[in-house]
């Protein structure tokens, strides 16, 4: 298997190579990463559900009720009582309709776009979207197109071009773009949409739990409830647990239990996994104090990189790039950091366009403004010691 080598002799030589870091223990503010004590600034876990003890009893109570796994796909024998009922508990929290849930936000863009779509629709893409939609649209027989980033008079271009040529029209986009953090222009879509009789599909994996009335997400956060036709979000980053789900119509949810190929090929997620949800949205209903920290949090240390000089980008969420665009300085920077005590993940191509590499940092309601504070310290000297400022 020579032809693997090769292929890793050129990350090497592109300064992009890596090994997986390990972290011993629970996903926290501070993680024993590799053996070492370092202030987390890397993880989804932005409510700090993921080792939050109400959701960890949660699980526990369901392992003794139902067991470690569902044994079958939620078509077969997989549907448990807990698997409904989280059904409903999500729908009810994001006030639509109905809502399903799959084993991750990956399964269903996979998942959905495929199954709501035929050869003669169009999907029109945000070109940052998620490379789950991207799979997801590779998945389906429907044409294509890709419009510019959050390019309004570009969408209305692509809406126009292909105006009458299809039978169904849906526009695909990230609730928040996860690598810059800046939101969709949601209420524009919606408006281009209506205008043009075209669906619209918002992936919200970091916008649900972060944005709007207690994290009901970016349609909320604009008001658009009632408005957007499918909902997608995650329940592995600010839920902390893992699994995805979908919200929209009852008749979706019931075609999607019949032609949703990972609820149909693919074991139903763990009945610990739907109990700890459950308990985190029921915490998320009784309390805006998880996501008011959240947010606290998030302006504090965007507030002081900016002074430092660093970019970091046009984000309008707690998620705050720091623009370095060189590659290979990028993961010298995230392996400097490291070695004076921070784990910020260096980003590179493929996950985001060749030179425009940055760390991106991911602040949570679990961080103390002391952890902040030093973060932001250890930031400084090393991008001073890189010339970064
Ligand atoms: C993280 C993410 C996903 C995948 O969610 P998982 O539950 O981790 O599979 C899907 N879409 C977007 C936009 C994401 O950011």
Not at 38 to 50: E, P, R
Not at 105 to 116: D, L, M, R
Not at 161 to 171: G, P, R, S, V
Request: glycine content about 8%; charged content about 25%.
């Amino acid at each position: 298997m020579d032809f693997f080598k090769e292929k890793i002799e050129t990350l090497k030589a592109a300064g992009v190579y890596r090994k997986l870091p390990i972290n011993d223990g629970p996903c926290e503010a501070e993680i024993m990463l590799d053996g070492k004590k370092v202030i987390n600034l890397s993880s989804n876990n932005y409510l700090g559900f993921a080792n939050h003890p109400r959701l960890k009893q949660a699980a526990k109570d369901a392992i003794d009720h139902y067991g470690v796994g569902a044994g079958a796909v939620r078509t077969i024998v997989g549907n448990m009582t807990i698997h409904e009922q989280l059904d409903q508990v999500i729908a009810r929290f994001k006030r639509e309709e109905a809502a399903v849930v799959f084993q991750s936000g990956y399964n269903v863009n996979v998942g959905v776009i495929q199954a709501i779509t035929t050869k003669d629709d169009l999907l029109i893409s945000d070109e940052l979207n998620h490379a789950s939609i991207i799979d997801g649209v590779r998945l389906s027989s429907a044409s294509r197109a890709v419009f510019k980033h959050s390019d309004m008079e570009d969408l209305k271009r692509v809406l126009e071009e292909n105006k009458d040529q299809y039978q169904h029209t849906f526009i695909l986009t990230d609730g928040v773009f996860s690598m810059d953090g800046d939101l969709a222009k949601l209420p524009e879509i919606v408006k281009l949409a209506k205008s043009y009789g075209a669906f619209t599909y918002v992936d919200d994996a970091h916008g649900s739990g972060v944005l709007g009335d207690r994290g009901r997400g970016t349609v909320d956060h604009y008001h658009l409830h009632g408005q957007v036709d499918f909902i997608v979000g995650t329940l592995s980053k600010a839920i902390g647990v893992v699994g995805g789900y979908v919200c929209g119509s009852k008749e979706m949810r019931e075609w999607l239990l019949h032609r949703g190929r990972p609820l149909l090929f693919s074991t139903a997620l763990m009945p610990s996994a739907a109990a700890a949800i459950i308990e985190a949205f029921n915490m998320l209903e009784s309390s805006s104090e998880y996501t008011d920290k959240l947010w606290d949090n998030g302006r504090y240390f965007k507030q002081k990189l900016s002074q430092l000089g660093l970019d970091i980008g046009h984000s309008e969420t707690p998620i705050t790039p720091i623009m370095i665009g060189d590659e290979a300085l990028t993961m010298k920077f995230s392996k400097d950091l490291l070695s004076r005590g921070v784990y910020v993940s260096g980003i590179v191509f493929p996950t985001v366009p060749k030179g425009k590499g940055r760390i991106r940092c991911m602040v949570s309601a679990l961080h103390t403004k002391k952890e902040l504070d030093q973060a932001i310290d250890i930031i400084e000297s090393s991008a001073k010691s890189l010339k970064i400022i």
